[in-house]
Nanobody, 133 residues
Framework: QVQLVESGGASVQPGETLRLSCVPSGFPFGNKFVSWVRQAPGKGLEWVSGIHPPGGMQYYADSTVGRFTISIDNAKSTVYLQISDLKSEDTALYYC??????????????????????????WGRGTQVTVSS
């Protein structure tokens, strides 16, 4: 069965750090792009970061540069998203998703654009991050 499994979400206080994990089941990441997408309560999908496993090239949204770090452990077939200095506006359901190409305009590792669920080939079920004092 093909699926993506996210983990690592938690309820934390502002300023803390979390590391989210995404593991594929039933297929390899291979040459696909792996993205993290979040959806805050009552809002639409927001792409936050992506990585291309073969070369490890990292991509970020304008709003996530500096506090978000995406990485991959190829031996474990796991993509991580570390979020530091968490803020209340980071509260969201964080999804892992894969696609054959990044469905955004990217320049120098910074990507912009709107996304839809259909922009990606597979989605995980998400892991909840709640930031509250």
């Amino acid at each position: 069965q093909v699926q993506l499994v996210e983990s690592g979400g938690a309820s934390v206080q502002p300023g803390e750090t979390l590391r989210l994990s995404c593991v594929p089941s039933g297929f390899p990441f291979g040459n696909k792009f792996v993205s993290w997408v979040r959806q805050a309560p009552g809002k639409g999908l927001e792409w936050v970061s992506g990585i291309h496993p073969p070369g490890g090239m990292q991509y970020y949204a304008d709003s996530t540069v500096g506090r978000f770090t995406i990485s991959i452990d190829n031996a474990k077939s796991t993509v991580y998203l570390q979020i530091s200095d968490l803020k209340s506006e980071d509260t969201a359901l964080y999804y892992c998703a894969v696609s054959r190409r990044l469905p955004l305009y990217c320049d120098g590792g910074i990507c912009r654009g709107e996304i839809q669920r259909s922009s990606f080939d597979f989605w995980g079920r998400g892991t909840q991050v709640t930031v509250s004092s």
